[in-house]
Structure formats: structure tokens, C-alpha cells
């Protein structure tokens, strides 16, 4: 049949009063409804009487009135014979409904304009939509708030998606940002983990908690935790990886390890010194030997004292360590402190000389004991680890806004090697090794003059001495 057969056939008015989903309205060219369908009054619950001959921008909320929408969607249908809008129309009960639109513009025999505006309810859709995109931005929240390290990868092992820890880690390299080769290629104890993901996509089996050292894209070593599960999306698998970094954990445990080794195998000297002495007491005891007795008796005090003196530098380094460490700041003369420090050095080691340089005719503000423990240690280290010179030199320079101490010797100096680490809680170079001490004095120098908003330093050259410094400002802007 020819198309121009189907020309009697009403079209239009079957649409317009047959259809049930789509609604529509005739609108005149200043925006004045004409006329509504049977489905625009069933979904919208405007009846003709409630609608027609009102302006159609009744049909917008106030806001998109306020913006020109109704305005602009017939000026431009006007201009142009079409228009779609994707908006809110409010309904009889004043509720807002999603809705699609299309406008087209039609003219009859005798010219004259009118708008067919044909409404789709797609309100169940969009609020779908809109909670989908409510329900990613909430885990997208929870995924970027975890602090762990959480990667998706696919079954090529690229990855798909990953959280702000990854890209942290990442820092500045790209190409880690796109792959995790830096991770997948680390060879585990079977294996590369590149193979062992391969396996587990095949097998559908995850693993949780594993242990790895791995080298990360900026080239440090970190320990991982790390836990793996299977994700079946349709017909695709993907890698559910999580990376909990315990790297400071394990430094933790193995310095726990080492101090308690460390104690342990410090106080046994003095523990079995002592032991050794009251032995040796009884007997002297029992054979009524006084003048041995009391050398022995002698000996155990010592060992008692070198015992006390390393429990009250382990317990003042684990105060220091946790961040524990008040200071008493007063105003006191600077050179009778520092005549104090030498004179009690001095009396301990009466062979030695301590030559005092510079002036220190003038008052500071910090926590006197705690810089004459400085000053001391500085000084007994000089002399312990001399070498045979007797002479120590105590240098004092200032200017408007801080005082140095210096402490030089001429002894067994410090090999560039040990020298940064001179500082470091439990260090001791191999030639101190076989000197007293435990490693903690200079480190609690450190903490004592760092709580003042100071710096210490050294500088030494093997057997030829070394020069340890300290700096603190001369006003009271310390730490408390």
C-alpha cells in the first residue's frame, strides 16, 4: 500500500489518547497548555480543569523556574523545532518526579504553531541511579579512608582500581600507578607472586595474613601483610588484594629483641662479678680475713653501682624514647654550672687536666642539671676513651642567640663510617666495645639538648681525637 494511503488515519489523536507510559501535553507558543492525555493525568494527577490554559512552568520547581527552564526549553523548541530536557516536574501533590522530555514543534493547515511535549516518568530509574552513585561515593569514602594498601586487579593482573594508600606509596611513579609489577615480580619463597596470582584466579582461592619483604617503587624495603580474595563479576574474575604495611611493628619487635639481648648480656658481667665477691666474702668471713673482706666488699659496690648506673640509663632512655621527658627550666649563672660539671669530672679523674676556654660570665635560661649531664658526659667520654693523653679541652663561644659547648680530645677518634651514628641509642663502635658503657649516654645527650630547641654534633678522625659540640638558644623557649 502506498504511504500516502496512511494519510486519512488519525495518528495522532490515537497517541494522544491511547498512550499509557508516555504523557503528553499540547502547549501554545507563549507556554499556555492546551490541552493534556488521559496518561499525563494518571501520573501526574492534574486533571484538564487543574491544568489547562495555566502557564507550564507550574509543572517546574522553583528552582529551575528561577533559573528560565520552562522559558528557554519553548524558545528554544521555537527556534529550532526540537528540544529534550531531563528534569524534575512536580506533580498535583506538590512532589518531584524525575522525568525525560522531548518538545517538538508542529504547525496545522493554517500555519499555526503548537508544542507537542511528550513526558517520560523515569523516576524509579534515576533515584536507582542516583542511590547506585550515593552507594560508589560511600565506598569510594570508606576505600580512600582505609589506610591499608587496596588494589583490584584484573585477570591480565592490570589494575582496575586502587585506593589513595596505593597511590601514596606510588608517590611520583607512573608507571607503578598503571601496574604492579614492582610487587607482582618480588619472588616469594616458591615463586614470583606474578605466578602465584595466576594460580590462585585458576584454583579460586585467596590466602590471608602472608608475610613479604618487598622492595617498593621508591626503592625502600617494607614488610606487607598481605591478604587476597577472588571476586567473581560475571564472567570475569578479579584480584582482591590488601596490604597492611607492619614494617614498624617488626623494627619494633626486633628492637625489643635486641634490648632485651642487650641487657640481658650487659648485666651478666656485674650480676657475675657480684656473685663472685659474696662467694669470696663467706670465705673470707669464715677465715676471719677483714682486709680481704673488705676489698671485696669494695669490688661489690662497684658492681652495684655500675649495675644501678645502667638501670637508670635504660630507664631513663625508654622515658626519652616514648616521648616522656620533662625539663625544670631556671635562670642560673652559665659558668658556675659549667665550673660544677668540670670540678665533678675533675675529682673522679685527678690525673686529668680539663682546660676551660671562652666566656661564660652570663646567665641562661634552661634546665641546669640536665646541661651539666650533657657537659659530664661529654667530659668522661673524652677521658675514657683518651688513649693515653691526659688532657681534655672545654671550649665555650656564644653569640646574641645561643651558647656552643665544645669538648675536644686527643684520643681514639671515630671513623667516618660510625660517625653519623654516633648519637643512636644502643651504638657503640667496635674499639668502645671493649670500654665500658652501654650506648645510651650520648643518645640521651641528644634527646636532653634536642628538648632545649638545640643540636649536637661531633666531628673526629681516627687516632687523632674528636670534638663533641652542643647548641642551645639563651632564652627560656623550651619544651616542658
Same mark, same amino acid.
Given at each position: @500500500?502506498?504511504?500516502?494511503?496512511?494519510?486519512?488515519?488519525?495518528?495522532?489523536?490515537?497517541?494522544?489518547?491511547?498512550?499509557?507510559?508516555?504523557?503528553?501535553?499540547?502547549?501554545?507558543?507563549?507556554?499556555?497548555?492546551?490541552?493534556?492525555?488521559?496518561?499525563?493525568?494518571?501520573?501526574?494527577?492534574?486533571? =484538564?480543569?487543574?491544568?489547562?490554559?495555566?502557564?507550564?512552568?507550574?509543572?517546574?520547581?522553583?528552582?529551575?523556574?528561577?533559573?528560565?527552564?520552562?522559558?528557554?526549553? %519553548?524558545?528554544?523548541?521555537?527556534?529550532?523545532?526540537?528540544?529534550?530536557?531531563?528534569?524534575?516536574?512536580?506533580?498535583?501533590?506538590?512532589?518531584?518526579?524525575?522525568?525525560?522530555?522531548?518538545?517538538?514543534?508542529?504547525?496545522?493547515?493554517?500555519?499555526?504553531?503548537?508544542?507537542?511535549?511528550?513526558?517520560?516518568?523515569?523516576?524509579?530509574?534515576?533515584?536507582?541511579?542516583?542511590?547506585?552513585?550515593?552507594?560508589?561515593?560511600?565506598?569510594?569514602?570508606?576505600?580512600?579512608?582505609?589506610?591499608?594498601?587496596?588494589?583490584? $586487579?584484573?585477570?591480565? @593482573?592490570?589494575?582496575?582500581?586502587?585506593?589513595?594508600?596505593?597511590?601514596?606509596?606510588?608517590?611520583?611513579?607512573?608507571?607503578?600507578?598503571? =601496574?604492579?609489577?614492582?610487587?607482582?615480580?618480588?619472588?616469594?619463597?616458591?615463586?614470583?607472586?606474578?605466578?602465584?596470582?595466576?594460580?590462585?584466579?585458576?584454583?579460586?582461592?585467596?590466602?590471608?595474613?602472608?608475610?613479604?619483604?618487598?622492595?617498593?617503587?621508591?626503592?625502600?624495603?617494607?614488610?606487607?601483610? %598481605?591478604?587476597?580474595?577472588?571476586?567473581?563479576?560475571?564472567?570475569?574474575?578479579?584480584?582482591?588484594?590488601?596490604?597492611?604495611?607492619?614494617?614498624?611493628?617488626?623494627?619494633?619487635?626486633?628492637?625489643?629483641?635486641?634490648?632485651?639481648?642487650?641487657?640481658?648480656?650487659?648485666?651478666?658481667?656485674?650480676?657475675?662479678?657480684?656473685?663472685?665477691?659474696?662467694?669470696? @666474702?663467706?670465705?673470707?668471713?669464715?677465715?676471719?680475713?677483714?682486709?680481704?673482706?673488705?676489698?671485696?666488699?669494695?669490688?661489690?659496690?662497684?658492681?652495684?653501682?655500675?649495675?644501678?648506673? @645502667?638501670?637508670?640509663? $635504660?630507664?631513663?632512655?625508654?622515658?626519652?624514647?616514648?616521648?616522656?621527658?620533662?625539663?625544670?627550666?631556671?635562670?642560673?649563672?652559665?659558668?658556675?654550672?659549667?665550673?660544677?660539671?668540670?670540678?665533678?669530672?675533675?675529682?673522679?679523674?685527678?690525673?686529668?687536666?680539663?682546660?676551660?676556654? &671562652?666566656?661564660?660570665?652570663?646567665?641562661?635560661?634552661?634546665?641546669?642539671?640536665?646541661?651539666?649531664?650533657?657537659?659530664?658526659?661529654?667530659?668522661?667520654?673524652?677521658?675514657?676513651?683518651?688513649?693515653?693523653?691526659?688532657?681534655?679541652?672545654?671550649? %665555650?663561644?656564644?653569640?646574641?642567640?645561643?651558647?656552643?659547648?665544645?669538648?675536644?680530645?686527643?684520643?681514639?677518634? %671515630?671513623?667516618?663510617?660510625?660517625?653519623?651514628?654516633?648519637?643512636?641509642?644502643?651504638?657503640?663502635?667496635?674499639?668502645?666495645?671493649?670500654?665500658? &658503657?652501654?650506648?645510651?649516654?650520648?643518645?640521651?645527650?641528644?634527646?636532653?639538648?634536642?628538648?632545649?630547641? &638545640?643540636?649536637?654534633?661531633?666531628?673526629?678522625?681516627?687516632?687523632?681525637?674528636?670534638?663533641?659540640?652542643?647548641?642551645?638558644?639563651?632564652?627560656?623557649?623550651?619544651?616542658?
Amino acid at each position: @500500500m502506498p504511504v500516502n494511503s496512511y494519510d486519512n488515519l488519525d495518528y495522532f489523536h490515537a497517541l494522544f489518547r491511547n498512550t499509557q507510559e508516555n504523557s503528553v501535553l499540547l502547549i501554545q507558543p507563549d507556554g499556555i497548555i492546551a490541552a493534556v492525555n488521559t496518561a499525563f493525568s494518571g501520573n501526574f494527577g492534574y486533571t =484538564n480543569q487543574d491544568i489547562v490554559g495555566k502557564h507550564s512552568n507550574i509543572l517546574f520547581t522553583e528552582e529551575d523556574q528561577k533559573k528560565g527552564l520552562p522559558e528557554a526549553e %519553548i524558545k528554544k523548541t521555537l527556534k529550532t523545532g526540537q528540544s529534550n530536557d531531563n528534569n524534575y516536574l512536580v506533580n498535583k501533590n506538590g512532589e518531584k518526579i524525575w522525568v525525560s522530555g522531548e518538545s517538538i514543534l508542529m504547525k496545522n493547515e493554517e500555519g499555526q504553531k503548537m508544542i507537542l511535549k511528550i513526558i517520560q516518568n523515569i523516576h524509579k530509574q534515576k533515584s536507582s541511579e542516583i542511590s547506585v552513585r550515593e552507594l560508589n561515593a560511600f565506598n569510594e569514602n570508606i576505600l580512600e579512608s582505609i589506610s591499608d594498601i587496596v588494589v583490584v $586487579l584484573d585477570e591480565e @593482573m592490570n589494575i582496575i582500581k586502587a585506593n589513595k594508600a596505593y597511590l601514596l606509596l606510588c608517590n611520583n611513579n607512573e608507571e607503578a600507578k598503571k =601496574n604492579m609489577s614492582w610487587f607482582l615480580n618480588h619472588e616469594g619463597p616458591d615463586q614470583a607472586l606474578y605466578n602465584t596470582f595466576k594460580k590462585l584466579l585458576k584454583l579460586e582461592r585467596g590466602f590471608t595474613k602472608k608475610e613479604a619483604e618487598i622492595e617498593t617503587p621508591d626503592r625502600s624495603k617494607k614488610i606487607f601483610e %598481605i591478604s587476597c580474595q577472588i571476586l567473581q563479576i560475571g564472567d570475569k574474575k578479579n584480584i582482591l588484594l590488601v596490604m597492611h604495611d607492619v614494617t614498624v611493628y617488626k623494627e619494633l619487635q626486633t628492637e625489643r629483641e635486641d634490648i632485651i639481648g642487650f641487657i640481658t648480656h650487659e648485666l651478666r658481667n656485674p650480676l657475675s662479678n657480684l656473685m663472685l665477691s659474696n662467694d669470696l @666474702m663467706k670465705d673470707a668471713a669464715n677465715n676471719n680475713e677483714i682486709s680481704f673482706l673488705k676489698e671485696m666488699l669494695d669490688r661489690s659496690e662497684k658492681n652495684v653501682q655500675r649495675m644501678d648506673t @645502667m638501670i637508670s640509663s $635504660l630507664y631513663e632512655s625508654s622515658k626519652v624514647h616514648s616521648g616522656y621527658f620533662p625539663l625544670d627550666i631556671s635562670e642560673f649563672h652559665f659558668g658556675g654550672m659549667v665550673n660544677e660539671a668540670i670540678e665533678t669530672i675533675g675529682a673522679l679523674h685527678p690525673t686529668f687536666k680539663i682546660i676551660k676556654e &671562652g666566656d661564660d660570665n652570663f646567665y641562661i635560661s634552661a634546665d641546669r642539671t640536665r646541661i651539666i649531664q650533657v657537659i659530664t658526659n661529654f667530659l668522661s667520654n673524652a677521658i675514657k676513651y683518651s688513649n693515653g693523653a691526659n688532657e681534655v679541652e672545654l671550649i %665555650i663561644s656564644r653569640d646574641p642567640k645561643s651558647v656552643t659547648i665544645s669538648v675536644k680530645d686527643k684520643g681514639l677518634g %671515630i671513623s667516618k663510617d660510625h660517625l653519623p651514628y654516633v648519637f643512636e641509642r644502643f651504638f657503640r663502635t667496635e674499639k668502645a666495645r671493649k670500654i665500658e &658503657g652501654i650506648g645510651l649516654g650520648l643518645y640521651l645527650c641528644r634527646q636532653i639538648i634536642r628538648s632545649h630547641h &638545640g643540636t649536637v654534633g661531633a666531628e673526629s678522625e681516627e687516632n687523632k681525637g674528636s670534638t663533641f659540640y652542643f647548641t642551645i638558644p639563651l632564652t627560656a623557649d623550651h619544651r616542658s
